[in-house]
């Protein structure tokens, strides 16, 4: 099976990618990221792919995955809809961040566990303590995210190693010439100036080489990828302040508040106002739909 490296998404100004999925079904092909990857699957059943392991799974599946380790999970054809919550991350992000803390020694042989993949039994609390992050405060985000880490921990006899050996894959994937697109699009992404013509000239490429280029390891385009990042930043926006629509649409870097509400319709499927007040009105949100 071909494996498709990926480059992820982290928000502007954040530490992870937290993200609720539903679909009709799972669409995302064999692939592998440097970010770490927990997975709880809430609604779908079909087969889990993970670094050439291969096994059915159901609703409560739930798998905490190292760098660098290819996974997909495939809906059935019969599957009419398939739900999830991932969280993803850049560990040694936030190992730097706790690496003076004391308490982050005991998490330190979960991580290390996970170089092999870990699959856990149903752990019930969790399902609560996910969609509670999922509409956390960014403030609140990377407490809750530790704790969720700290109960994985202490459960750590309701889980079982994926693979008996790490999985190495060479890749042919450009890795400096991503990471320095990546870095550019971080301290530029809100600048008027960001543009295709641009960050081309930089690489050396021409414009229609780099279209290829960044699509072929994003799945998405250029214009694609810098709306989605400028959108995760309105929804934090939206949820942490009071600020009129307008304002916070200029502020994620649109300039154009027609086009603003149009993409932001057709990412969430609700207009910004109606997006804030669903998000304020709940603390927790339902377990079959959180939005």
């Known amino acids: 099976m071909k494996i498709y490296d990926e480059s992820i998404l982290i928000p502007y100004g954040q530490t992870l990618n937290i993200k609720y999925i539903q679909l009709q079904k799972f669409d995302a092909p064999y692939h592998q990221h440097p970010e770490y990857e927990l997975t709880l699957i809430i609604r779908g059943y079909g087969t889990r792919y993970i670094g050439g392991q291969k096994e059915p799974f159901q609703p409560g599946d739930f798998v905490l995955l190292g760098s660098k380790i290819p996974h997909a999970w495939i809906t059935d054809n019969n599957c009419k809809i398939a739900e999830a919550i991932v969280i993803q991350w850049h560990n040694n992000k936030i190992a730097r961040i706790l690496s003076n803390v004391p308490e982050w020694q005991v998490l330190e042989s979960l991580i290390e566990r996970a170089q092999l993949g870990l699959h856990f039994s149903e752990i019930q609390s969790i399902l609560h303590k996910l969609f509670e992050l999922y509409k956390a405060p960014l403030r609140l985000r990377l407490v809750r995210f530790l704790e969720i880490l700290c109960i994985l921990s202490d459960h750590s006899e309701n889980s079982k190693q ?63 990828y810098i709306n989605e990042i400028k959108l995760s930043k309105s929804t934090q926006l939206l949820i942490d302040s009071d600020e009129k629509i307008s304002v916070i649409a200029f502020q994620s870097g649109f300039k154009n508040l027609s086009n603003f509400n149009r993409l932001f319709i057709k990412k969430y499927g609700s207009s910004p106002s109606n997006y804030r007040n669903q998000s304020k009105s709940a603390m927790i949100p339902n377990e079959t739909n959180p939005k």
């Open 162 to 224: 994926i693979l008996t050996h790490r999985f190495i894959h060479t890749s042919r994937k450009d890795c400096r010439r991503m990471a320095q697109v990546l870095e550019y699009i971080s301290e530029n992404v809100f600048n008027d100036e960001i543009s295709v013509t641009t960050i081309s000239r930089i690489l050396y490429m021409t414009p229609s080489a780099f279209c290829h280029f960044f699509k072929k390891r994003t799945n998405k385009t250029f214009i694609e």
